[in-house]
T-cell receptor, first 115, second 110 residues
Framework: DTGVSQNPRHKITKRGQNVTFRCDPI?????LYWYRQTLGQGPEFLTY????????KSRLLSDRFSAERPKGSFSTLEIQRTEQGDSAMYLC?????????????FGPGTRLTVL | GQSLEQPSEVTAVEGAIVQINCTYQ??????LSWYQQHDGGAPTFLSY????GLEETGRFSSFLSRSDSYGYLLLQELQMKDSASYFC???????????FGDGTTLTVKP
């Protein structure tokens, strides 16, 4: 399977704990995006990378959130001191620069539940 | 700011045609995409319009009018498997970042 993969698929944690999610994009894709989605809403942009450079972060992303893509391949999203409001589906997507159609390929997501 | 509006729900019968509209107000505009998402699944790309006009991909077509800040997705010969949420998304720069609408839930009835 050469699609976007995310791990873990589900994460349950207690408020105040730190969590880290991983995304493996399609291998030749140089852009990687993180989105958050809650029930009844569309994906909400968090941040994106072109190769290893983090080029944009949403103003909605508090300093408890950090993302890395150290070698321009996989990426991690860490949430520190989780809050109940962080409960959501965290989606990763990848794309190829100048693909024309800007097709973003989404992974299956990591569902976070903060108790 | 960025805002996209689309109807929250649409219902149609098998074999029919349905149109899902999307209007947008964004600080920049590079193109309009449409994604489908089934319950519990990931969004999957359907169509993209970078220029005005109609793009056709099988049973799905998408239209864009940049002067009206408006687009639509047209689904023909509806099938039960088309029951899903449909999102319009504006690419607001060449960088590829997209702002998504809140989605339209399509229910196809027999």
């Amino acid at each position: 399977d050469t699609g976007v993969s995310q791990n873990p698929r589900h994460k349950i944690t207690k408020r105040g704990q730190n969590v880290t999610f991983r995304c493996d994009p399609i291998s030749e894709h140089n852009r990687l995006y993180w989105y958050r989605q809650t029930l009844g809403q569309g994906p909400e942009f968090l941040t994106y990378f072109q190769n290893e450079a983090q080029l944009e972060k949403s103003r909605l992303l508090s300093d408890r959130f950090s993302a890395e893509r150290p070698k321009g391949s996989f990426s991690t999203l860490e949430i520190q001191r989780t809050e109940q409001g962080d409960s959501a589906m965290y989606l990763c997507a990848s794309s190829l620069t100048d693909s024309g159609t800007d097709t973003q390929y989404f992974g299956p997501g990591t569902r976070l539940t903060v108790l | 700011g960025q805002s996209l509006e689309q109807p929250s729900e649409v219902t149609a019968v098998e074999g029919a045609i349905v149109q899902i509209n999307c209007t947008y107000q964004t600080s920049g505009f590079y193109g309009l995409s449409w994604y489908q998402q089934h319950d519990g699944g990931a969004p999957t790309f359907l169509s993209y319009n970078g220029l005005d006009g109609l793009e056709e991909t099988g049973r799905f077509s998408s239209f864009l009018s940049r002067s009206d800040s408006y687009g639509y997705l047209l689904l023909q010969e509806l099938q039960m498997k088309d029951s899903a949420s449909y999102f319009c998304a504006v690419r607001d720069s060449g960088a590829g970042k997209s702002t998504f609408g809140d989605g339209t839930t399509l229910t196809v009835k027999p």
